[in-house]
Every structure is written in C-alpha cells, then in structure tokens.
C-alpha cells in the first residue's frame, strides 16, 4: 500500500560530511556497480560507447562554488542520493503500490515488478533521486544497499551501502537516525546536520553536514604582495623617479 | 517539464470527452437513437482515446491494472478508477437512450458526477505535485474542468453555455498564469536551500554531475519551450476561448460551431504544451537551471 506508515521505530539513512568529500566520485561508480550487478534491474547505459553516452545513476556528485562576502569562495563537492524521507512524496503518488517506504527500517524501495513506469514518483520527488530506467522501463531508485546491509553472507564490515564502504575519505556514515545515541545522530548533532530544501515538507531522514568554518589569515592584504612596483616612491628614490622623468 | 505528446493529447481528447458526457449524462441534450449512438459514441471514442494514449506514455503498460489498487493514496489511481467508473455507469443510459429512445437518468446523473471527478482527478495529478510550484496552487483545477465543460458544451451544442464556459475558461487560464508567475518564488526553494549552503554565501554550479544527458534533465528540466511564453499564451487564450466564444455570437450554422470546436481544441493543446513547458521543477536548482 502506497500510504507512508506513521512512523518508523528506526530510520536508516545517510550522514554526508560536505567537509570533507573530495568529489572523486568513488561512490557513483561503487553504487552503480554493486546495483547493477545486484538487487533489481541492472543500471543500464545508453549509447556508452557512442557520442552521447548516459546511464541510469542512483548517486551522483555534483560541485558548488559559494561565493562569500567576506572569505575567498569555496568549492564544495555535494553528493546526492535518496534522502529516504518521513514524509515521502513519491511514495504517495504511486498508482500501483510499486513505491513504499518499510516500517521495520524506512528505507523507501520499489517493488519493480509492480511498476507500470508512468515516472510520476521521479515528478514527485524535488531532489531527483529516482531515475527511469532507459533499458528496463522501471523506476531505479537508491535502497541503501538494501541487500548489503542485512546480508550474513558478507564480512561485517562490508554490511553498509557501497558508496560508505568505498569514500576514500570517510566523508559518508551509514547508520540509525532515530536513535539519538547512534554515532550519526551525534554526528549531526555537534556539527549542525541540516536537511536539504526543508520548505519542500519532506523530512529527509538523510543528512548533511556543512563545510567547517575555515581558517582566515588576520590581516589577510594578498593584494599588496602581488602589486609589482610601489605607485609612488618617496625619499630619494622618488626625487630621483621624477628627475629622470623630467629628462 | 517535459510536454510529452501523449500527455497532451491524453488530457485534451479525454477532457473533451469527459466534458460531453456530463452534458449528456444530466440531460441537458437528451438525443436518442442514431444522434444518441453519435453523441455518446464520440464521447466515449474521446475519452477512450485519451485513455489509450496515456497507456502509451507508460514503460510497462502491461501492467497498468495495477494502477487501479491505490485510490486510496494517489491521484492516478484515482483518476483510473473514476474513468473507468463513468464509462461503466454510464453505459446503461447510453445503450438505452440509443436502442430504447428510453433516457436513464439515473445513471446519467451519477455517470456526470463521476466524470466530472474523473477531470478534477486529472488536474489534481499535477496539483499535487509541490516539486513544481507553477501547478501546485488552486488555479490549476479550474483550468482542466472548465476547458473540459466547455468542450463539452460545443460538442453538444449549446450556445449560451458554451459562451460563459469559454469566458470562465480564458479567466482560469489568465489567473493561473499569472498565480503561477509567482510561485516558484513563493515555494522558497532556491539554490541555497537545495544545497543547504545558502547562509554561506552565494551559490552557483561549477561543476555538473555529468557532462551528458539524463532522464531527470529531459523529463524535468526542459528549458527550450520558454522562449516563446507570451506568444504561446496569446495563442491559447485567442484560439483555445475567445476566438470560440465570438464564433459563437455569429448566427447558429454547423460551420460556424464546426469552426468554434476546432479553434478550441487546438488552442488548448497549446495550453497544454505550456502548461508543461512552462513549469519548472525544483530539481532544476541542482543542475543550476530551471
């Protein structure tokens, strides 16, 4: 049934430190892998070796720059995926009940057997986190490695989604945002994690972390170091400057 | 948005159709034998049409009995379930009026209120949709029922009602505009709140996520139809309501009718085209464009 559960004992999601990812995108390519050759239809691609290639992403990186008043502008890398939001648009919308969110976890899936492919849930959705399949005609959507982390036929340490397992720079957390004892909940606690477009109603379970307040220089003059020559010399060489000119 | 073809069509032939049956539903044009057969066959060869061609816009139409499970949640189910309820209510009145000359206003009645549902079902299918703040406000409904009315009103006819329809739908298509105008600023969503980096500073895209297409670009963030907005709207105003409307001031003639219905059908798939080309998705503000 397409109707969102009232509330959900615990709320898996995603922590994403906007800090410190480096936006090598390492988690794309770990997620596309592991989704294609796993849980549902593979993430196909289009025209991949031809002129306009493209593909089916459940993660992609995107890269800012923010322009401050008073600091030098700042890149920051920005990962986005399914936010697995409390108040799901796409799930409602769902004719034939493909799209659900899980009470036990509420990880938001799709029953891909029971999707017609209309794509009203990717209109629904304002983060764009669920893309049509080109291929399989199905919507693909983030599980949070659905099959990873319950999976006891994987080592321990591999039972979190591809995409923490493989940043380089321990820039994504895994873990319950419900529990406000977890390592993510206190995470986003001391670093003020915020939700993405907030005015949109959606209440993300899945939460950023912004970039930490930098380092500035006290009497930050850059422009003086690089003025080749003094505007006007004083003293000797000055008089000296306007004699020669005087010539 | 995207302005999918099928969409179009699907909303203009099947909102025409719906409009006719609520018409002849309540009697307010009682045609029995053939004129019968030929009304309410248009009517349901309209809304069937439409039907078929949003089936069309599905990846797996094979499985769209599916769709008929959540009306309980989503507007498209509804919306399936509410068509699907009128052709079936209304069939009784049909067959009898057409072999019986015998009305059954009874399933006229109700098969003209599920219609009418049917068309607000549709509109609240884009309503719903917040992600896109030109639709999500409460001038969009308007804009569907009466167009669908006042098609409705020409195929069967009816001068004087088709008349104060039309008007009734060139002022729902001027306030939704110029509501929608001012709703994605009025949503608050913006590159700041998109990234959460708003308070920082300024934000802008360096670098896209990737350098090709995608279907969230091609579905949502379609750009090129803007370009002509205003011309397009002079058209679908003109064409889709007033040009219709002052035909039908001119002496009662089929050609003059003939005349009014085509000018209005074709006025409201411009209408429906920028209805979706107009409308910008917030998802847009990801990609630094809208």
């Known amino acids: 049934m397409t109707t969102l559960p009232q509330s959900?004992?615990?709320?898996?999601?995603?922590?994403?430190?906007?800090d410190t990812c480096v936006g090598c995108h390492a988690c794309v390519i770990s997620c596309k892998g592991w989704n294609t050759e796993n849980y549902g239809a593979p993430l196909s691609d289009l025209d991949a070796y031809g002129a306009n290639p493209e593909g089916t992403f459940l993660n992609r990186v995107h890269s800012f720059e923010v322009t401050r008043d008073t600091a030098p502008p700042m890149v920051v890398h920005f990962p986005k995926s399914c936010l697995h939001c409390d108040n799901a648009p796409c799930v409602t919308v769902c004719p034939t009940g493909a799209s659900y969110k899980r009470v036990e976890d509420g990880i938001v899936l799709v029953n891909e057997d029971a999707c017609i492919g209309c794509g009203l849930c990717a209109w629904a959705c304002?983060?764009?986190?669920?893309?049509?399949?080109?291929?399989?005609?199905?919507?693909?959507?983030?599980?949070?490695?659905?099959?990873?982390i319950y999976n006891e036929n994987l080592p321990e340490e591999d039972r979190e989604p591809a995409c923490v397992r493989t940043c380089p720079a321990g820039a994504r957390h895994f873990g319950d945002l419900a529990d406000p004892n977890s390592p993510v909940s206190q995470l986003v606690a001391e670093r003020g994690g915020m939700d993405l477009m907030p005015e949109q109603g959606t209440a993300p379970v899945n939460k950023y972390l912004p970039p930490r307040p930098r380092d500035t220089l006290a009497t930050p003059d850059l422009a003086s170091l690089c003025d080749p020559a003094p505007k006007a010399a004083t003293g000797f060489l000055g008089w000296l400057d306007r004699a020669l000119e005087r010539l | 948005m995207h302005p999918a073809p099928s969409l179009i069509l699907f909303t203009v032939l099947s909102g025409a159709g719906f409009g006719l049956l609520i018409w002849l539903g309540i009697g307010l044009r009682a045609p029995t034998g053939l004129a019968a057969f030929l009304l309410f066959g248009m009517g349901y060869a309209l809304a069937g049409a439409g039907l078929l061609a949003s089936a069309f816009h599905l990846g797996h139409p094979e499985r769209a009995l599916l769709a008929f499970t959540q009306w309980r949640s989503s507007w498209l189910s509804r919306e399936a379930v509410l068509a699907t309820a009128t052709l079936a209510t209304m069939?009784?009145?049909?067959?009898?009026?057409?072999?019986?000359?015998?009305p059954m206003p009874v399933f006229g009645w109700l098969g003209a209120a599920l219609a009418l549902?049917?068309?607000?079902?549709?509109?609240?299918?884009?309503t719903q949709i917040r992600a896109v703040p030109r639709?999500?406000?409460?001038?969009?409904?308007?804009?569907?029922?009466?167009?669908?009315l006042a098609a409705g009103a020409l195929?069967?006819?009816?001068?004087?009602l088709a008349f104060g329809l039309l008007l009734a739908l060139a002022i729902a298509m001027i306030a939704h505009?110029?509501?929608?105008?001012r709703q994605f600023a009025r949503a608050g969503s913006t590159m700041g709140s998109a990234t959460g980096l708003g308070a920082l500073g300024q934000v802008r895209l360096l670098e896209p996520p990737h350098s090709g297409q995608n279907y969230l670009l091609r579905e949502m963030v379609h750009v090129i139809g803007r370009k002509h907005v205003y011309k397009l709207r002079l058209i679908a105003l003109g064409l889709g309501a007033l040009l219709p409307a002052l035909l039908l001031l001119l002496p009662a003639s089929y050609v003059g009718f003939g005349l009014a219905l085509l000018s209005h059908l074709t006025g409201l798939?411009?209408?429906?085209?920028?209805?979706f080309a107009e409308a910008e998705h917030v998802v847009g503000l990801y990609y630094g464009k809208r």
């Open chain 2, 269 to 275: 798939l411009a209408q429906r085209w920028l209805f």
């Open chain 2, 135 to 148: 639709w999500h406000h409460w001038s969009t409904p308007p804009v569907f029922v009466f167009a669908s």
């Open chain 2, 155 to 160: 195929l069967v006819g009816r001068t004087g």
């Open chain 2, 177 to 181: 505009w110029v509501a929608g105008d």
């Open chain 1, 126 to 148: 304002p983060y764009g986190a669920r893309e049509m399949d080109g291929v399989e005609k199905v919507m693909k959507k983030c599980t949070l490695c659905v099959d990873r």
């Open chain 1, 8 to 18: 959900t004992k615990t709320k898996l999601g995603l922590v994403i430190d906007l």
């Open chain 2, 91 to 102: 069939a009784p009145h049909a067959a009898s009026s057409v072999f019986a000359a015998v």
């Open chain 2, 117 to 126: 549902a049917t068309v607000f079902a549709t509109a609240m299918i884009y």
